[in-house]
């Protein structure tokens, strides 16, 4: 797959009022292609990237106004689409004909104004009791075996970012859940790591590293400051373990190597939303275009991504890879 050349980035205006949008008991998404809005009428409420939608071009006509064209072999029907803003001018509904669709506000990008995730937040006493319980936890032995990755640190990939994410308390549990920001990777996905980087510089891109080797004990820990209605989120440490504990799996993201910033990615990390998915329909062409050509690049030197998320991947994930606690 070569794919073309980045598209520009859409203008704020047009961000504001992309997304998703609900009535009827129907919903549909607005997103930017090609310079253009399209409306995405999700008529398959399984179909959580919106890949199965009808897609309807929108011919503009004044600001915030547009024409939805239906034109088919057995019916044509036109259609006026007028959205409202807040004061902020955020889209806050889309009025398809006579029928009038809410927006729905998630995560926090350019273009959403919701807040970003977080779990219901522990006192600092709650966290020394989970924290004490997770490092006393003992790691099944089954999950010890398989092949054992020698770790390295990171930062010693020449060019690839660190933006240790559980290092810090910006995250979804509100509190850093590793000792430390250094990062670590099994020494073949740092090489492989490495011409993953090379090749993006080629379009003018690094990588940006958020997670990757995760102990044992740090999955207990995560699993145990879940709530109880949100335990499937994550692998179950005492069965399956995670992928990150074999220093086997990274979540990546994409920076500008001229400006050295992380780009505006389709959604956030840990966003847990229908903008997570792999093969999400909506968003903007270039963010669409950055999501795609981190995949490629990831999938060329050794790595598989995952539907659910599009920031994770696993590197050779048909091994049988040995899971690791190692501490910090």
Same mark, same amino acid.
């Given at each position: 797959?070569?794919?073309?050349?980045?598209?520009? =980035?859409?203008?704020?205006?047009?961000?504001?009022?992309?997304?998703?949008?609900?009535?009827?008991?129907?919903?549909?998404?607005?997103?930017?292609?090609?310079?253009?809005?399209?409306?995405?009428?999700?008529?398959?409420?399984?179909?959580?990237?919106?890949?199965?939608?009808?897609?309807?071009?929108?011919?503009?006509?004044?600001?915030?106004?547009?024409?939805?064209?239906?034109?088919?072999?057995?019916?044509?029907?036109?259609?006026?689409?007028?959205?409202?803003?807040?004061?902020?001018?955020?889209?806050?509904?889309?009025?398809?004909?006579?029928?009038?669709?809410?927006?729905?506000?998630?995560?926090?990008?350019?273009?959403?104004?919701?807040?970003?995730?977080?779990?219901?937040?522990?006192?600092?006493?709650?966290?020394?009791?989970?924290?004490?319980?997770?490092?006393?936890?003992?790691?099944?032995?089954?999950?010890?075996?398989?092949?054992?990755?020698?770790?390295?640190?990171?930062?010693?990939?020449?060019?690839?970012?660190? =933006?240790?994410?559980?290092? %810090?308390? =910006?995250?979804?549990?509100?509190?850093?859940?590793?000792?430390?920001?250094?990062?670590?990777?099994?020494?073949?996905?740092?090489?492989?790591?490495? %011409?993953?980087?090379?090749?993006?510089?080629?379009?003018?891109?690094?990588?940006?590293?958020?997670?990757?080797?995760?102990?044992?004990?740090?999955?207990?820990?995560?699993?145990?400051?879940?709530?109880?209605?949100?335990?499937?989120?994550?692998?179950?440490?005492?069965?399956?373990?995670?992928?990150?504990?074999?220093?086997?799996?990274?979540?990546?993201?994409?920076?500008?190597?001229?400006?050295?910033?992380?780009?505006?990615?389709?959604?956030?990390?840990?966003?847990?939303?229908?903008?997570?998915?792999?093969?999400?329909?909506?968003?903007?062409?270039?963010?669409?275009?950055?999501?795609?050509?981190?995949?490629?690049?990831?999938?060329?030197?050794?790595?598989?991504?995952?539907?659910?998320?599009?920031?994770?991947?696993?590197?050779?994930?048909?091994?049988?890879?040995?899971?690791?606690?190692?501490?910090?």
């Amino acid at each position: 797959m070569v794919l073309a050349a980045v598209p520009p =980035d859409a203008p704020k205006d047009v961000k504001h009022i992309l997304g998703f949008y609900y009535g009827n008991g129907e919903n549909i998404l607005i997103r930017e292609n090609g310079g253009r809005l399209e409306l995405l009428y999700r008529f398959a409420m399984q179909d959580k990237a919106f890949g199965g939608s009808n897609i309807y071009p929108l011919v503009k006509e004044h600001f915030d106004s547009y024409t939805l064209n239906e034109a088919g072999p057995m019916t044509s029907s036109e259609s006026s689409v007028r959205f409202e803003r807040d004061p902020d001018g955020y889209g806050i509904s889309c009025r398809v004909g006579g029928h009038v669709y809410s927006r729905a506000f998630v995560g926090r990008t350019t273009g959403e104004r919701g807040k970003e995730f977080r779990f219901a937040p522990h006192s600092a006493e709650e966290w020394a009791k989970l924290r004490a319980e997770a490092a006393a936890a003992v790691m099944p032995a089954a999950l010890a075996a398989g092949q054992q990755v020698e770790l390295v640190e990171a930062s010693t990939i020449a060019g690839v970012k660190l =933006d240790s994410v559980y290092g %810090r308390a =910006d995250n979804c549990f509100g509190a850093p859940l590793y000792s430390s920001e250094k990062l670590y990777v099994g020494q073949e996905v740092a090489a492989a790591l490495d %011409r993953v980087q090379r090749h993006l510089a080629a379009f003018g891109y690094g990588l940006v590293l958020w997670d990757a080797y995760r102990p044992w004990s740090v999955s207990k820990l995560a699993n145990l400051a879940l709530p109880p209605d949100s335990k499937g989120m994550l692998e179950d440490p005492e069965t399956k373990g995670s992928a990150h504990n074999t220093g086997n799996a990274v979540d990546v993201s994409l920076y500008d190597l001229a400006t050295g910033e992380q780009v505006e990615m389709i959604s956030g990390f840990d966003e847990p939303s229908f903008r997570q998915f792999a093969s999400y329909a909506g968003g903007t062409s270039r963010q669409r275009y950055l999501r795609d050509l981190l995949r490629e690049a990831m999938e060329l030197y050794g790595f598989k991504g995952i539907e659910m998320e599009w920031w994770h991947f696993d590197y050779k994930p048909s091994t049988k890879w040995a899971h690791l606690n190692k501490s910090f």
